[in-house]
């Protein structure tokens, strides 16, 4: 009945009505297939991770004591403020700076270039790709250990290279005695052990380029830093940036590292925020102010990141 | 306060005597406390002790096979749950579970963690609630004892003990042609000839308080009033501040390695001894197994710490055994606590080379290890250090300003008067 | 494929080159195999005489008979198995999700996950036992899998959504005009598509969750609970450690980490975007 009240008119709203509603409940679909394919993940992550962190927010907002049934008075933003004035929280944030500005270009170049290099065809790559990845699984104890004896004060093999090979100190060097020569000491530990993490991801995302277009191009006389430029980078550009801002956040957390080699030492020189926060937290038992230290550290690389995460990929839709 | 403490102990130390004397007729609630492995009808259930023994050697392997089963077998009801941590975690597992409520019943503690768990309010006052406290009390090390004392309150007793004695290569000191140095001013004037001769005349892995406490109170300097109230006018007093000068003097005359300003990357201490670099060194009773088994051929030879005005002071380390408030069997966990400090089970552990802090011991502990015997003599006198929460702090202080004066950024008197002004702010807080 | 003297001597540069990478990258394993080999260590030698006078391999004998040392080898692979596996089907599912479909609060949501991966995780461990205690997770081992995939959730999502973006919008749109939904779209699409960066967070969630060690200890108690790197822990002493013991016990942690990786890095084969495309 209602068909023949239709007019022409009428008709054709409804179809276009039609096609309205299909696209509309086909965006609800994919809005609720969205929602269903986060929905577990983000649960278990907003649990373990989530309600922890707020927490240990609101706990950054006490003089807290541990234990519970003692009063834990509220400070508001005590803790913020004293860290902030506190020079050896603000060295710290220097040296992970210093860190990340000496890891992380060095750990994308190095395992780009090493990952360029066991991506095609090469007898023995597998083998390669192995021994490139051992420092990665190695232990951070026994690596640390190695690191501290390779730098130690005497006749090591790092002094050996400054003052036998490269002439530039004329008698051997005290690494861990101060600050800088020990936090390159550390900056290499770290480069050393994050080649291989790099190169990893970097083969996973070399495998995006077509073989065909890598053949192409070289039938066409392009050098490799050519094909490189224009075949294999655009491919990674995303994995490039992935990589980066891993990379930037790992390099201001650096932790285990600087504990097992200098412990902060000597006389917090090389202290990083997260050893400072755990020296805080751990030995001192002040958990409100450890927090503190780490919740501005949190802000300060969130910050940083969000910056190069709209610089690098502002041109691509999330 | 404290006579009334003492005399409550002595008078609940009789009654459960009295009770044992006549526990067949019926003594059921009191009979635990009165006392180790005979008297313990009605004991059940489960203790659970967190410690942090060396897996590798005998020390897990005597607790677990020896100590436990011949306590179980004592106390038929009782499973003891013995859980190694290692050491590294012990402290972070114990606060976690702190703040989680699910301590152990029972905790072999560093000595310098029983007044921070105290101060938490985590541990049993057990001068107040174990009976029998002052009996054992009085079969301890003072030394040792008194690293339990918190705010007037026992809340634990020690289990084990140790102190640092020095150690010397006597081949190096034959080489520089100077005898063992039995006096600071010795060691002091021996050092240029031990220079001369290729070694530093002493060596230490850094300047927190275990390192350097033993120079300012053989000085007969103090860090602190004997209450632990206050550190003006005792670490930065004359004597203290003359100690941490003549380190200080040493160490910028090249006399001490660059080791003690934290330089994670120098000769240790072990290796530096035997190769004779290092003509002397301080260093505790577990280094005899390490050489023994690292460097055979190397003879380990040891003298008490070198005198100064104050005497020969070492500093005393060790564990303490503490018992939760939390816990749910304290009647079971009270009776393991006194097992572990009878004899037998004492001497068993010392035969794994961890030192019994039963005085009564003494005798015997040269025929079971000959090379505790110097460091039951540095025991005598040996202090523990302040027995405060804030301690891990103030070290850490000390170490950084003692540090900065060896570097020569500042003056040890200024040093010191430094780490006074931040350790009374830090004193007061727990006062 | 014709070889020019040219080729040659790129070839042998390509070989010289990465050998020299590999002596620099591999030492540090060297004098760790090396150390394991040597009898009771308790002080670290010279790290430049590499081979032990008198290698033995008294060390791994010892750790492969420690007592129980089998079964907390099992304990540790079976919690890196089971949380590698949720880590995989999570994070490839919300990584699939935020870059390929839209619903409201997904740059909020995206935004949370990134703020995951700046938290040090050290700092939260007294919330998280409190959480593990009243979900009665302590001391357990399944327990320890919630726990293990919430904290490597942000880290894999990030990186698998960098992997996701790079498959072309083209093929989700053909399989979306035949009428195949979101689900399909993902496994049938996606996920073979990105077996290369699946194989990376095998790699990584396996080596992670398998090493993991300052949640392990905090948790668990009971002797026949522990994982490997507890019990690798467990031989360094207070006042001395037996560094051969230590190494040799590492050494053998390796062997299912390093089969792990062999095994997914085949998935590394240039080219697979084609044929997949193809097909």
Known sequence: MTVTSQTPSAAVRAAAEGWRRASSSRARRTALAGWLFVLPGFAVYGLVMLYPAVQTVLLSLQDWTIVPGQESPWVGLANYAEALQDPVFLRSLVNAAAYTAFTVPLQVVIGLFLAVLLDGYLPGRVLFRVLFY???????????????????????????????LLHLSGSNVAW???????????????????????????????????VELKEAAALDGAGAVRRFRYVSLPAIRSALSVVFILLFIGGFNVFISVQLMTGGGPSNA??????????QAFDFLDFSYGSAVSFILTGTVLALSALQYWWTRRREAL | MKHWKAGTAALAVTIPLALAGCSGAGGTDESPAASSSDASAGLSGTVTYWHAYSEDSQEVATLEDVIIPAFEKANPGVTVDAVTVPYDELHQKLITAAAGEQLPDLVRADIGWVPELANLGVLEPLSTSMSDFQDYAEQVYPGALATNLWKGTYYGLPLDTNTRVMMYNADALAKAGVEVPTTIDELVADAPTLKAAGSYAFADNGASGWNVLPWIWSYGGSITDDDVTVASGHINSDASVAAVQMLVDMYQAGYIPSIIVGDSGGLATSDGLVSGD????????????????????????????????????????GEDIVMTSTSQNKEAAMAFLRYLLSEDAQLAMAKTGQMPVLSSLTDQLTAINDYFGPFVEQLATAKPRPVTPAWNEINTILQDQIQSAMRGDVSVKDALDSVATQADALLAQYS | MRRTPRDRLLLALRYLFLGACAVVMVYPFAYMVSTSLKSRTYVLSDPTRLWPDEPTLDNYRQVLTAEHFPRYALNSALVAVASTMLIVLLSSM?????????FPGRRVLFALIVVGLTIPTMMLIIPQFLLA?????????????????????????????????????????????????????????????????????????????????????????????????????LFQGQHSTSWGLVFAASIIALVPVIAIYLTFQRYFVAGLTTGAVKS
Do not use: C
Not at chain 1, 183 to 195: D, H, Q, S, Y
């Open chain 1, 176 to 210: 861990f005695q101060q600050r800088w020569t020990a936090m390159l000491a550390i900056a290499l530990l770290g480069t050393w052990k994050g080649i291989g993490w790099s190169m990893l991801i970097f083969l996973a995302a070399l495998t995006a380029v077509p």
């Open chain 3, 133 to 233: 205690r009243d979900l009665h997770l302590l001391n357990s081992l399944p327990g320890l899998v919630p726990f293990y995939v919430g904290t490597a959730l942000a880290f894999n999502t990030f990186l698998l959504s960098g992997f996701f973006e790079q498959i072309p919008r083209e093929l989700d749109e053909a399989m979306m005009i035949d009428g195949a939904g979101a689900w399909r779209r993902y496994w049938n699409l996606a996920m073979p598509l990105a077996k290369p960066a699946l194989g990376t967070v095998v790699i990584f969630s396996f080596l992670g969750t398998w090493d993991e060690y300052a949640w392990a200890v905090t948790v668990l108690n009971d002797t026949d609970k522990r994982t490997l790197p507890i019990a690798i822990a």
């Open chain 2, 278 to 317: 290092y003509a002397t060194i301080l260093d505790g009773p577990w280094m005899f197994p390490i050489y023994q088994s690292q460097y055979p051929d190397f003879e380990l030879n040891t003298a008490q710490m070198p005198a100064g005005d104050g005497g020969s002071i070492s500093v005393v380390g």
């Open chain 3, 94 to 102: 919300m990584a699939y999700a935020f870059s390929r479909l839209r």
């Open chain 1, 134 to 164: 051992l420092p990665v699984v190695s232990s951070w104890v026994v690596v640390s250990l190695l690191f501290r004896y390779i730098f130690a004060s005497d006749d090591s093999l790092a002094n050996s290279v400054v003052v036998n």
């Open chain 1, 270 to 279: 090389t202290q990083v925020p997260l050893t400072y926060m755990y020296q």
